[in-house]
């Protein structure tokens, strides 16, 4: 495809060198149109020719009368880039050339939120990242603002202004103390993108159990078991029970249900019960009957 | 071309007559794999007659190695049969003899006892039980008393199961860039230690998952040199238990055999988690855990299955510490027979005699796979 356009395009310059336009006659076009925005091409002498608009990935073919104008509807050049306009004749051919810029107007946000989910109180947790794009998919170069908003379930706003750098935009957000989905929102002018975050508690934290005789056996059940933010700690998550007495050691890992976890466990008078959940020691109990 | 003809002649009359030594005078075993033939040991000692039911068990002769046995009035042939291969589907159901020892321990004019070590081979590699055997005099051979562990019976009841399951929706095919997935469980390297073993360098530690959804774990290791360059990549394979609920940790092991570790300059290490759906049954308690010292250093106990489902497979994984709580060693078990509900099952992880003396604290985990739905 390449090899082609490169023949096409040198044929035309070995053409031009037989244009028989007048000294001075040149086609008028403008040096820069914005992506699918109209615009006109004003043609010399008089006659019939053909207007090529060459750039990557488009071109288009117009026959023209010299010596009028022709137009291009909105929506003609939407590829931002560098192009040729090469306006060609029996015995002639001129090339101009014209730069199709991105629309100012941003109409597409990608936008990307890292991470979906994350505990609670985590200082600069949250990153995201925007790319502006026109109507055309053509990243917006030029630098404009770009708002970042984290909406937490309570209700509290963190907001960031951030000028975009060759397309791109990117802030960092801290995670709040609250538990629940966050709404992380971006926007540039009227287009905005929305994704979700979701904050999960952290670590436990005072875990604590406490024991009573059941039968033979003793049950343990724990507080309800939070954060330290108060947050609950979400059911499934892991609880180990252990009774050691005597060398002798049993445990259980016993998952969250309703926010606590009970089991019962068999230990002489005299065991040491304990209680944790991954790296978190809970409170230590002897038993005596 | 004469001889081409000769020496295909030579070569067929070889085979037909070696034929017909194997078909007159077979080789015994080859014969009691045969099917045919029955085993041609003697029973004539009590040595002999343990060997001969070994030799019965490894050619699945059920019906022969039950009719030999003496005590065969206390249990049916199918309950002998599932005593060896299991009630329920377990590893050993799909287990092969390989092979087996026979121990005499005592003998006297008309009894014996005999401990025969039964090596089996299964999915996750070799697994050895041990029976003994109450050996009799009857006539001019001898027999053999099964020691029958028969099924454990579970009472009719109704377990309520209302454990938490996590299912997983993926992004699709057809989303944007820029739409984010699901985000991988967060794990984390706790502890890791590298330890020098006669075959080799071995890495051992701890993962956890401090997360609030499962994961899918491995965890891969490379040893670099000194100036920085690979020495090998090796990974945990079945040293850890592959899934992680939230706040669960499990330890690892990773083997690099024929390296030293004079030559070890750094270790990299890469956690690998993905989002898996997991169900939060069955729950295992681990009892009696009790840390045996040298020589035949070992950790011991009993699984009890507190769901309501039957387990098929089960994996203990022991994680052992020294005094100041670093982990030292990773040794595992896995139990070749079904656990059913709330039926103690015991277990014994053996510990290197060397390591056995620094050892002074354990904890244990169980991974577990029902089918049907896995753990």
Same mark, same amino acid.
């Given at each position: 495809?390449?090899?082609?356009?490169?023949?096409?395009?040198?044929?035309?310059?070995?053409?031009?060198?037989?244009? #028989?336009?007048?000294?001075?006659?040149?086609? $008028?076009?403008?040096?820069?149109?914005?992506? #699918?925005?109209?615009?006109?091409?004003?043609?010399?002498?008089?006659?019939?020719?053909?207007?090529?608009?060459?750039?990557?990935?488009?071109?288009?073919?117009?026959?023209?009368?010299?010596?009028?104008?022709?137009?291009?509807?909105?929506?003609?050049?939407?590829?931002?880039?560098?192009?040729?306009?090469?306006?060609?004749?029996?015995?002639?051919?001129?090339?101009?050339?014209?730069?199709?810029?991105?629309?100012?107007?941003?109409?597409?946000?990608?936008?990307?939120?890292?991470?979906?989910?994350?505990?609670?109180?985590?200082?600069?947790?949250?990153? #995201?990242?925007?790319?502006?794009?026109?109507?055309?998919?053509?990243?917006?170069?030029?630098p404009m603002p770009l708002s970042f908003e984290l909406l937490s379930p309570t209700g509290t706003v963190q907001k960031r202004i951030v000028s975009t750098r060759y397309g791109a935009a990117w802030t960092e957000m801290d995670s709040t103390a609250q538990q629940g989905m966050d709404t992380f929102l971006a926007r540039a002018g009227e287009i905005s993108s929305t994704r979700v975050v979701g904050q999960v508690p952290g670590d436990p934290c005072g875990l604590k159990m406490n024991a009573e005789e059941s039968g033979q056996q003793i049950h343990l059940i724990t507080d309800?078991?939070?954060?330290?933010?108060?947050?609950?700690?979400?059911?499934?998550?892991?609880?180990?029970?252990?009774?050691?007495?005597?060398?002798?050691? $049993?445990? /259980?890992?016993?998952?969250?249900?309703?926010?606590?976890?009970?089991?019962?466990?068999?230990?002489?008078?005299?065991?040491?019960?304990?209680?944790?959940?991954?790296?978190?020691?809970?409170?230590?109990?002897?038993?005596?009957? | 071309?004469?001889?081409?003809?000769?020496?295909?002649?030579?070569?067929?009359?070889?085979?037909?007559?070696?034929?017909?030594?194997?078909?007159?005078?077979?080789?015994?075993?080859?014969?009691?794999?045969?099917?045919?033939?029955?085993?041609?040991?003697?029973?004539?000692?009590?040595?002999?007659?343990?060997?001969?039911?070994?030799?019965?068990?490894?050619?699945?002769?059920?019906?022969?190695?039950?009719?030999?046995?003496?005590?065969?009035?206390?249990?049916?042939?199918?309950?002998?049969?599932?005593?060896?291969?299991?009630?329920?589907?377990?590893?050993?159901?799909?287990?092969?003899?390989?092979?087996?020892?026979?121990?005499?321990?005592?003998?006297?004019?008309?009894?014996?006892?005999?401990?025969?070590?039964?090596?089996?081979?299964?999915?996750?590699?070799?697994?050895?039980?041990?029976?003994?055997?109450?050996? /009799?005099?009857?006539?001019?051979?001898?027999?053999?008393?099964?020691?029958?562990?028969?099924?454990?019976?579970?009472?009719?009841?109704?377990?309520?199961?209302?454990?938490?399951?996590?299912?997983?929706?993926?992004? #699709?095919?057809?989303?944007?860039?820029?739409?984010?997935?699901?985000?991988?469980?967060?794990?984390?390297?706790?502890?890791?230690?590298?330890?020098?073993?006669?075959?080799?360098?071995?890495?051992?530690?701890?993962?956890?998952?401090?997360?609030?959804?499962?994961?899918?774990?491995?965890?891969?290791?490379?040893?670099?040199?000194?100036?920085?360059?690979?020495?090998?990549?090796?990974? $945990?394979?079945?040293?850890?238990?592959?899934?992680?609920?939230?706040?669960?940790?499990?330890?690892?092991?990773?083997?690099?055999?024929?390296?030293?570790?004079?030559?070890?300059?750094?270790?990299?290490?890469?956690?690998?988690?993905?989002?898996?759906?997991?169900?939060?049954?069955?729950?295992?308690?681990?009892?009696?855990?009790?840390?045996?010292?040298?020589?035949?250093?070992s950790l011991t106990g009993h699984l009890i299955n507190q769901s309501g489902q039957v387990v098929n497979v089960a994996h203990v994984l022991g994680t052992f510490y020294d005094k100041g709580g670093q982990v030292v060693w990773v040794a595992d078990e896995y139990i070749d027979q079904a656990l059913l509900p709330q039926t103690p099952v015991s277990f014994e992880i053996h510990i290197p005699?060397?390591?056995?003396?620094?050892?002074?604290?354990?904890?244990?985990?169980?991974?577990?796979?029902?089918?049907?739905?896995?753990?």
């Amino acid at each position: 495809m390449r090899a082609r356009w490169a023949l096409f395009l040198g044929g035309l310059v070995v053409a031009m060198s037989h244009h #028989g336009f007048a000294a001075g006659e040149k086609m $008028s076009l403008p040096k820069t149109i914005e992506a #699918g925005s109209p615009f006109s091409i004003q043609t010399p002498g008089s006659g019939k020719a053909a207007l090529f608009i060459v750039g990557t990935g488009q071109v288009l073919k117009r026959d023209v009368q010299l010596g009028q104008t022709v137009f291009f509807a909105a929506g003609s050049l939407y590829n931002a880039g560098h192009y040729l306009a090469v306006l060609e004749g029996d015995s002639f051919a001129e090339a101009e050339s014209l730069d199709v810029v991105p629309a100012s107007k941003p109409a597409n946000l990608s936008f990307l939120a890292k991470p979906s989910r994350l505990p609670v109180g985590l200082h600069a947790g949250i990153t #995201g990242a925007v790319y502006v794009f026109d109507a055309y998919h053509n990243l917006i170069s030029e630098p404009m603002p770009l708002s970042f908003e984290l909406l937490s379930p309570t209700g509290t706003v963190q907001k960031r202004i951030v000028s975009t750098r060759y397309g791109a935009a990117w802030t960092e957000m801290d995670s709040t103390a609250q538990q629940g989905m966050d709404t992380f929102l971006a926007r540039a002018g009227e287009i905005s993108s929305t994704r979700v975050v979701g904050q999960v508690p952290g670590d436990p934290c005072g875990l604590k159990m406490n024991a009573e005789e059941s039968g033979q056996q003793i049950h343990l059940i724990t507080d309800p078991v939070r954060d330290c933010n108060g947050n609950a700690v979400p059911d499934g998550t892991i609880i180990t029970f252990t009774a050691t007495y005597n060398g002798s050691q $049993s445990t /259980i890992d016993e998952p969250l249900k309703h926010g606590i976890a009970q089991v019962t466990i068999s230990a002489p008078n005299g065991a040491m019960l304990s209680v944790a959940s991954g790296v978190v020691m809970g409170n230590q109990i002897r038993w005596e009957k | 071309m004469k001889k081409g003809h000769l020496l295909a002649l030579l070569l067929v009359v070889t085979t037909v007559v070696l034929i017909l030594i194997g078909t007159k005078w077979p080789v015994p075993s080859a014969a009691a794999y045969a099917g045919g033939g029955g085993l041609l040991r003697s029973s004539s000692t009590p040595e002999l007659a343990a060997a001969s039911l070994g030799d019965e068990i490894r050619a699945r002769a059920w019906q022969k190695a039950y009719a030999g046995l003496a005590n065969r009035a206390q249990f049916s042939e199918q309950e002998f049969v599932h005593d060896i291969t299991g009630y329920y589907p377990s590893l050993r159901t799909y287990a092969t003899l390989e092979g087996f020892e026979v121990v005499p321990l005592h003998e006297s004019a008309d009894d014996a006892e005999i401990r025969v070590k039964l090596h089996w081979s299964t999915v996750v590699g070799a697994n050895v039980s041990t029976r003994d055997l109450h050996m /009799i005099r009857n006539g001019d051979h001898w027999e053999a008393e099964w020691p029958i562990v028969r099924e454990a019976i579970v009472p009719p009841q109704v377990i309520a199961v209302n454990y938490l399951r996590w299912d997983v929706i993926y992004r #699709g095919p057809g989303d944007d860039w820029g739409i984010q997935d699901v985000e991988a469980p967060h794990v984390r390297i706790v502890d890791m230690h590298p330890v020098e073993r006669a075959e080799g360098v071995v890495i051992v530690g701890e993962l956890l998952n401090e997360d609030v959804v499962p994961a899918y774990v491995s965890v891969t290791a490379t040893l670099l040199s000194k100036s920085q360059t690979p020495i090998a990549t090796e990974g $945990s394979f079945d040293k850890i238990s592959h899934l992680l609920l939230p706040k669960q940790v499990t330890p690892f092991l990773i083997e690099f055999p024929k390296v030293t570790l004079s030559e070890v300059g750094s270790v990299r290490m890469v956690p690998v988690s993905s989002l898996i759906a997991a169900s939060a049954d069955p729950v295992i308690e681990i009892e009696g855990q009790q840390l045996n010292p040298a020589p035949g250093a070992s950790l011991t106990g009993h699984l009890i299955n507190q769901s309501g489902q039957v387990v098929n497979v089960a994996h203990v994984l022991g994680t052992f510490y020294d005094k100041g709580g670093q982990v030292v060693w990773v040794a595992d078990e896995y139990i070749d027979q079904a656990l059913l509900p709330q039926t103690p099952v015991s277990f014994e992880i053996h510990i290197p005699q060397d390591l056995a003396g620094k050892i002074s604290s354990q904890r244990t985990v169980v991974a577990t796979y029902s089918s049907g739905g896995s753990q």
